[in-house]
C-alpha cells in the first residue's frame, strides 16, 4: 500500500513522521505578482507607466503618429529632457497602408511608408521622466521601409534598419535593405541617404561601438550588423567603415 509523503513504516502497525522537516513555501518569483495600474497593463507593485506618442495622435510637425513602433534610442535632450528617436515598420502589406510616404518632404522613396519619428518628453521632477510629458514629435525619416531595429553610436545618432530587401519590382521607385542615419537634434525630415558602405541586405540590429585610436589607423566606429531572424538571405556579417565614410554613399 502506498503511504502518505512524510510517514515512514515502523515495525509494528502504527504509522510515524519522518525527521525531515517540511519544506518552506518558495518565495514569489521576479518582482511580486502583477496588478492593475491603468487601462493598458497590469504591473508589479511599485511600478507606473506613462502613454504618449500614441499611433494617429497629431505631432507637432502636423502629420499623424505613425503605426507599428518598434526599435527605438533614449538620448539626453538637455535641461532634465529626453529625445526618443523612434522606427516605424511598416509595409503595404498591413490593412489601410498604401504605397506612399509618410510625409511629403525629404522621401527617399515616395512610395514607402515607414520611417523614424522624433520626440521630445520631460522634464520631470529630478531626474523622474514619468512625471514629465511628452512635449513636441517629428517626423525626422521619411520614404523608407519596414524600420525594425536598430542601434544608437557613439556620437549621438540612431542607425535604423530597414528589414527587407524589396525594391522596384515590389513597387516601389527605389532599392531598399539600407541603414539610415538620424541625428538627435534633427527637426525635421533629414536628407535620406542610405549608409551603401554597409551593404544591402536585410539588417536587423548593428550594435555600434568606439573603436580606440592606434598609432597606426585613425579612430573608426565598429559596426557587426546582423541579419533579420526570420529570414536567412544574407549570413549574419560585419562591416567596419572609416569615419569619414558619409563621403561614400
Do not use: K
Request: glycine content about 12%; overall charge positive; hydrophobic content about 30%.
Amino acid at each position: 500500500m502506498r503511504r502518505p509523503a512524510g510517514q515512514v513504516r515502523a515495525s509494528g502497525s502504527s504509522s510515524v513522521p519522518s525527521a525531515a522537516p517540511n519544506p518552506t513555501p518558495a518565495a514569489p518569483a521576479g518582482f511580486g505578482a502583477l496588478r492593475p495600474a491603468g487601462p493598458e497593463l497590469a504591473l508589479p507593485p511599485g511600478f507606473r507607466y506613462a502613454s504618449f506618442g500614441r499611433a494617429g495622435a497629431p505631432m507637432s510637425d502636423g502629420l499623424p503618429t505613425p503605426i507599428v513602433h518598434d526599435g527605438q534610442a533614449l538620448f539626453d535632450g538637455g535641461h532634465g529632457t529626453a529625445v526618443l528617436l523612434r522606427n516605424h515598420e511598416i509595409d503595404p502589406d498591413l490593412p489601410g497602408v498604401q504605397h506612399r510616404a509618410l510625409g511629403p518632404r525629404e522621401a527617399y522613396d515616395r512610395a514607402a511608408p515607414a520611417g523614424v519619428t522624433w520626440s521630445r518628453y520631460g522634464p520631470g521632477r529630478g531626474t523622474d521622466l514619468a512625471a514629465g510629458r511628452l512635449r513636441e514629435s517629428r517626423l525626422v525619416l521619411n520614404g523608407t521601409l519596414e524600420n525594425c531595429n536598430g542601434s544608437p553610436t557613439p556620437g549621438g545618432t540612431w542607425l535604423s534598419c530597414e528589414e527587407t530587401t524589396d525594391g522596384t519590382a515590389a513597387g516601389y521607385e527605389r532599392p531598399h535593405g539600407y541603414v539610415f542615419e538620424v541625428p538627435v537634434n534633427a527637426r525635421g525630415p533629414v536628407s535620406p541617404l542610405p549608409l551603401q558602405a554597409m551593404g544591402r541586405f536585410e539588417p536587423s540590429a548593428p550594435p555600434c561601438t568606439r573603436r580606440p585610436a592606434s598609432s597606426t589607423s585613425p579612430r573608426t566606429t565598429a559596426i557587426p550588423a546582423t541579419g533579420s531572424t526570420a529570414s536567412c538571405r544574407p549570413a549574419p556579417g560585419s562591416w567596419r567603415p572609416a569615419a569619414d565614410a558619409r563621403r561614400a554613399r
